[in-house]
């Protein structure tokens, strides 16, 4: 009785020996599949994450076959919508591929199939977004080669089987991608299809990133080109207006002044009449003048070649001078201009020169709008490490929706000079002093409690220290062509 037993139990041990053995077996065999697809996975991350460029791209991606699985060449074709063609853009560096390639009568590159060829099995791939398999290299040629010269390449590689597949991104068509084997099709093992599946799913990736990459680069290229030529036609233009300027200066200057001896009697009595049109004439012809001028120290300023000369500057005595000049004129216009200090100022780093031509435009500018019996009040005062300069005045003042269009470029404001002619200015004096302080390193604001309340001007330059000027030196010597003054701003 003991021996069937321990007979059975020895029969059932052995059996399930050979099915755990089988077992064991087959999950090993699984098991290598598994980590060898996972290593071959890895291999593809590594091969698309390591590539930039499209021509790099493409290239290890036609290489990938040959290098791990043994396949006979790998071609990439890319689809170019605008022409609805695929073309070849790189294959295998395999010797069998390059004699291949030797022996084409068409050059590899130019090779393009239209995507509306229904008879080359590439389109039909792209457009029916599914793999075509071949025996024949020629559906992937025709009809740039003839059947006879397809075969000849087939040789030349020992072709047994081609697998034509699509390359799709969110239904977006890159290309196709052309594995060619030297086994036949029914030899082709499913590892290696899964391979080249996952292969071509990575490819697609790969490819939208670089031809993204590509197109921004070009864009980037056009867009620098485009701004160098527009900073080309800038200099033009100013170069432009800086001769042209010239050119008119000196006839106008002449005009003026055989208008102001007309006016003198110089040329003989002028009746009353002849009087108004001379005078209309003299002061149309200084405000062209006055235009001309700022237009010349714009395009002197745009240019990049004014002349800055930074020193230790006494600001008191700078605005002295000036409103000393400016008094007989303002006494013709009924306008009082007062000086006023609050506590003691030190010297400031400046160009005296440039911070004249400031205090000119504002101080003229207040003039123009400050009716008789007005005042016009200069003011200057320390704060930390800057000094500000006010120009303030009781004159017309300005709207808070206007006072951002100040301090640009022909910044004429509503109910101005345009429309009021009582005054004349030519809209270039504020941004000319915005760029003037701001090349001192300051700021200048304007304020306004609206209509008829005045308007205060205020910018601000740093006091003096041997470390400023030495920076403001060393920054500027290293510039070239700062050789121009700006013409002297008068206030008629």
């Not at 593809?44 to 006979?72: C, G, H, M, W, Y």
């Not at 024949?136 to 000849?152: C, I, R």
């Not at 049109?277 to 002197?300: A, C, G």
């Not at 304020?447 to 740093?462: A, D, I, M, P, Y």
């Amino acid at each position: 009785m003991l021996l069937p037993i321990i007979f059975t139990f020895i029969i059932i041990s052995i059996i399930g020996g050979i099915l755990f053995y089988k077992l064991l077996k087959r999950d090993q065999s699984n098991y290598d599949k598994a980590q060898k697809f996972f290593d071959t996975s890895k291999k593809i991350n590594r091969l698309l994450l390591q590539s930039s460029s499209t021509s790099s791209v493409v290239q290890k991606l036609a290489d990938f076959l040959p290098n791990e699985l043994d396949f006979a060449t790998g071609v990439i074709a890319l689809y170019e919508n605008d022409r609805r063609t695929l073309r070849r853009v790189a294959a295998s560096d395999t010797k069998e591929a390059i004699e291949a390639i030797k022996a084409l009568r068409v050059p590899f590159t130019q090779i393009e199939i239209a995507i509306d060829d229904s008879d080359n099995f590439m389109s039909r791939a792209l457009l029916q977004k599914k793999e075509f398999v071949t025996s024949n290299l020629y559906d992937v040629f025709v009809p740039v080669l003839t059947q006879e010269e397809s075969t000849k390449i087939q040789q030349i590689m020992s072709i047994q089987s081609t697998i034509v597949y699509p390359i799709y991104v969110e239904d977006k068509p890159l290309g196709v991608f052309i594995a060619s084997s030297k086994k036949k099709v029914d030899e082709i093992t499913n590892y290696e299809k899964e391979v080249i599946g996952l292969f071509v799913d990575g490819a697609g990736i790969a490819l939208q990133n670089t031809l993204f990459t590509t197109s921004l680069q070009k864009t980037t290229e056009n867009l620098r080109n485009a701004n160098e030529r527009l900073r080309e036609l800038d200099r033009l233009k100013d170069d432009f207006v800086s001769v042209a300027s010239h050119e008119l200066r000196t006839p106008m200057t002449a005009i003026k002044s055989y208008l102001w001896m007309a006016l003198a009697g110089q040329g003989g009595p002028l009746n009353e009449k002849q009087k108004r049109y001379v005078y209309r004439s003299y002061t149309s012809v200084d405000r062209l003048i006055k235009l001309v001028n700022d237009m010349l120290n714009i395009s002197r300023i745009d240019s990049g070649r004014l002349s800055i000369q930074m020193q230790s500057v006494y600001i008191d005595k700078l605005i002295g001078e000036i409103v000393d000049e400016i008094t007989p004129k303002a006494k013709e216009s009924g306008i009082d201009v007062v000086i006023e200090q609050q506590g003691v100022v030190p010297e400031v780093l400046a160009d005296g020169n440039k911070i004249k031509e400031v205090l000119y435009n504002l101080i003229g500018n207040s003039m123009k709008f400050t009716s008789e019996g007005g005042k016009i009040v200069i003011s200057y005062v320390r704060k930390e490490n800057m000094v500000e300069v006010a120009v303030k005045d009781t004159g017309e003042g300005i709207a808070a929706e206007d006072l951002p269009k100040l301090f640009h470029k022909f910044g004429i404001l509503p109910g101005s000079y345009v429309t009021n002619q009582r005054v004349s200015g030519t809209g270039l004096g504020l941004y000319i002093c915005r760029v003037l302080v701001e090349l001192h390193g300051g700021i200048i604001r304007a304020t306004s409690e609206g209509k008829g309340k005045g308007t205060t001007f205020t910018f601000s330059l740093k006091v003096f220290s041997q470390d400023d000027l030495k920076k403001f030196s060393e920054k500027n010597n290293k510039k070239a062509e700062k050789d121009v003054e700006l013409i002297h701003t008068k206030i008629d």
